[in-house]
């Protein structure tokens, strides 16, 4: 049985600005409506402490308010509880969302496509954050928002790679000095992030060879983030956390902490707050510098003081 959270309040019809404010804290509980000033919310949502606070405030204010705390007294009722919280028709509406967007996106410009996915993102990240009972409709939300992400980033990046299955093997940075590394022209997050991982912490002395043509890789190169490349995505890791992983980098808070983000950029998946600002300055720099070499270059710098803000910022 799930714990319940009851909240019962009366609040005065004036002034009506406490009424507004409570209602406003009210929605962003996400919890449901029992009857008229009766409220209920499980105890285990992550709007728990804010709901609690709501008893506390109101009465505060002079108002009449009880939290109670309880389980429903029997599989029917507990079943009408959680009706109230279900989603589904909020996820039904996502998927019409991302129907309309993929049919828009295949006439809109490059800025278009990037508000609309991040729109996408918010929507959805709305709708996970009140189902307190995830299941199937939200998983296939998740999913399809991620369908649609890889099928943008092909259309923007061609070659993106197909996800490779098995176990990441541990190596020795000492092994790989000197090499060359190589991947697709015009990197993209990843593959910035992946260089300057390389850079800093694998390779002291590596030479980047951006290729037109992954087919024409050299079989001296080390090729990263692209189909039967050396280092590409295994599983759910994007390249930046499978090369993290090979070289038990991913250890450290602030290359954790950026994979996540570059993950987010990249694929998709748990958002994270630093993510638009990172993209937006990455197209920044791709417009900037035409030549491969000089994008990695002022990328560098970047990358730096993203690594040293995200690990210093517990």
Request: proline share 4%; glycine share 8%.
């Amino acid at each position: 049985m799930t714990n319940w959270l009851i909240l019962t309040a009366t609040l005065p019809t004036t002034p009506s600005g406490l009424r507004v404010r409570i209602w406003r804290a009210l929605k962003a509980t996400h919890c449901a409506t029992l009857r008229e000033g009766v409220y209920i919310l499980p105890a285990q949502a992550g709007t728990a402490p804010d709901f609690k606070a709501l008893d506390v405030a109101i009465r505060a204010a002079g108002a009449q308010s009880h939290l109670l705390a309880l389980t429903a007294r029997d599989g029917a009722q507990e079943a009408v509880f959680r009706a109230l919280f279900d989603r589904s028709e909020r996820h039904g509406g996502f998927m019409q969302s991302l129907k309309e967007a993929r049919k828009a996106f295949k006439s809109a410009a490059d800025v278009e496509v990037r508000k609309g996915m991040r729109a996408l993102e918010l929507e959805l990240q709305g709708i996970l954050a009140a189902d307190f009972f995830p299941g199937k409709a939200g998983e296939l939300a998740k999913a399809g928002l991620q369908a649609l992400r890889l099928e943008v980033e092909r259309q923007r990046s061609p070659g993106e790679p197909a996800a490779a299955s098995g176990r990441i093997a541990l190596l020795s940075a000492g092994d790989y000095q000197g090499q060359t590394w190589a991947t697709r022209a015009r990197p993209w997050v990843d593959r910035l992030a992946t260089a300057w991982l390389v850079q800093r912490f694998v390779d002291k002395r590596p030479t980047f060879l951006w290729l037109a043509d992954t087919r024409k890789c050299p079989k001296r190169a080390l090729g990263f983030d692209f189909d039967k490349a050396t280092f590409t995505h295994v599983g759910e890791r994007v390249t930046f956390e499978v090369v993290a992983a090979s070289f038990a980098l991913d250890k450290d808070a602030g290359i954790q902490r950026l994979g996540e983000l570059v993950h987010a950029i990249d694929i998709g998946g748990v958002p994270v707050d630093e993510a638009p600002g990172l993209e937006l300055l990455i197209r920044g720099l791709q417009a900037q510098h035409p030549d491969d070499n000089a994008l990695l270059a002022a990328a560098i710098p970047v990358f730096d003081a993203l690594y040293l803000a995200l690990r210093t910022s517990e």
